[in-house]
C-alpha cells in the first residue's frame, strides 16, 4: 500500500512541475523550469576581417549617426552614392561647390543628389558641408588617427594621402556590411549623366580606369581607378574587402588602388566577385588623352593626371563649361542629351 501512494505521490509531483514548466515557457522565461544556461562572453569580431581593431581608422559607437544617414539616402534597392572631402576640399569655390554644381545642371541628374552622402574627414569639411547639402556624415577617427593631418591638401603618395584612402576603403568597406550597395565617386569629378545606367544590374564591382583599351569589360589587364567604384552589397563583395584591406601588409607605402591592381585576380576568384571595367567614352578622364569627348555619352569626367587644387579646378571648370555649351547647341528639345 505504501509503495502505491508512494509511486502516486510521485506522479502527483511530476504533474505539478510540468505544469508549472509549461507556464513559465509561456511567459518566454529565458530560463525554464529553473534550468540554467551558460552565455559565453560576446564575440570580438572586427570589421577589419582579421586586422586588429587599433588598425581600423574608423570608430563607431552607439551615438553613430551613419545607419540613420544611410538610411535616409538610399534608393529603392539600398543603393546610395558617396564623396569623400576635406576642408580644402569644401572651402567656398572649390571642388565639393563644382561637384555639386554639376549635379544640377547635369541630365536628370539633379534628383541624385538625394541619394548623395558627402563624408567630412575633419570638422570644418563637416561644418561647410551642412550649409552646402542635407545629408553630410563625420568620419569618426580612433586616437591613432587623430595626429593626421586630413583638412589641407593632400600630396599624391603622402603619408598623410595614403592613410586617407585607406580610411576611405575601410569606410567602404562598413557600408557594405550594413546592406547598402554604393557609388562611390572622388570630389574632382563633375556628373553629366546617371553613370549607373552604364553599369549592369548584376554586377558585382565595377571600375573606372584611367585607359581603356579593347572591348572586354571583364578583362582584368586594365587598371582600375578607385575615383569612380561601384559595389554591390553582398557576403561575397564585403569578404572581398577584407582581403583587400589586408593585402596592404604586403605592399606598404602603397595606396589601395595599387594593391587591388596585384590582388584583383586571387580576390575576386577566392570570393567568386565579378569585376568590370567601365569604358572611359563614358567616364572620361584626362589621363586618357586619346579618347575624344563625346557629349552624347560622356556620364562624368574625372581631374585624375592632374597635379595640385588650382590646376584640377581650372580643369574641371573647363569641361563643365563645355557640357554647358554643348547643351546649349542642343535646343530647347534637347534631343542631343538622351542617354
Not at 283 to 298: A, P, S, V
Amino acid at each position: 500500500m505504501n509503495t502505491v501512494a508512494n509511486l502516486l505521490r510521485f506522479l502527483l509531483v511530476a504533474a505539478i512541475g510540468t505544469v508549472a514548466c509549461v507556464v513559465l515557457l509561456q511567459q518566454r522565461s529565458p530560463f525554464p523550469c529553473g534550468g540554467h544556461v551558460d552565455v559565453p562572453p560576446a564575440a570580438t569580431t572586427s570589421r577589419n576581417n582579421g586586422t586588429r581593431a587599433d588598425d581600423d581608422p574608423t570608430t563607431e559607437d552607439d551615438g553613430d549617426k551613419l545607419p540613420e544617414v544611410l538610411r535616409r539616402a538610399a534608393m529603392e534597392d539600398k543603393t546610395i552614392i558617396m564623396t569623400f572631402t576635406n576642408e580644402a576640399w569644401t572651402a567656398p569655390g572649390s571642388l565639393t561647390d563644382l561637384f555639386l554644381e554639376s549635379f544640377r545642371t547635369g541630365v536628370r541628374t539633379a534628383p541624385l543628389l538625394r541619394h548623395l552622402v558627402i563624408v567630412a574627414i575633419d570638422a570644418k569639411a563637416f561644418e561647410r558641408c551642412q550649409h552646402v547639402h542635407p545629408l553630410c556624415y563625420a568620419l569618426p577617427v580612433n586616437q591613432s588617427a587623430a595626429a593626421v593631418n586630413y583638412a589641407s591638401e593632400q600630396r599624391y603618395m603622402a603619408r598623410d594621402y595614403l592613410d586617407m584612402l585607406w580610411r576611405r576603403n575601410r569606410f567602404q568597406a562598413r557600408v557594405l556590411e550594413l546592406g547598402y550597395s554604393f557609388v562611390f565617386t572622388d570630389v574632382d569629378i563633375v556628373w553629366f549623366r546617371n553613370p549607373l545606367l552604364r553599369i549592369p544590374v548584376a554586377a558585382d564591382m565595377a571600375f573606372s580606369c584611367d585607359w581603356y583599351s579593347g572591348s572586354n569589360p571583364y578583362d582584368l589587364n586594365k587598371r582600375a581607378n578607385g575615383g569612380f567604384l561601384y559595389v554591390r552589397a553582398s557576403a561575397r563583395t564585403a569578404a572581398l574587402y577584407g582581403g583587400w584591406y589586408e593585402s596592404r601588409a604586403a605592399y606598404p607605402g602603397q595606396h589601395e588602388q595599387f594593391v587591388f591592381d596585384k590582388v584583383k585576380r586571387e580576390l575576386s576568384a577566392r570570393h567568386g566577385v565579378t569585376v568590370q571595367f567601365v569604358d572611359t567614352a563614358y567616364l572620361g578622364t584626362f589621363c586618357d588623352r586619346g579618347k575624344r569627348k563625346d557629349w552624347h555619352k560622356l556620364c562624368t569626367f574625372h581631374a585624375n593626371c592632374v597635379i595640385g587644387l588650382k590646376a584640377k579646378l581650372e580643369k574641371l571648370r573647363g569641361v563643365l563649361d563645355e557640357w554647358q555649351r554643348f547643351k546649349a547647341k542642343a535646343g530647347p528639345n534637347g534631343t542631343a542629351l538622351t542617354d
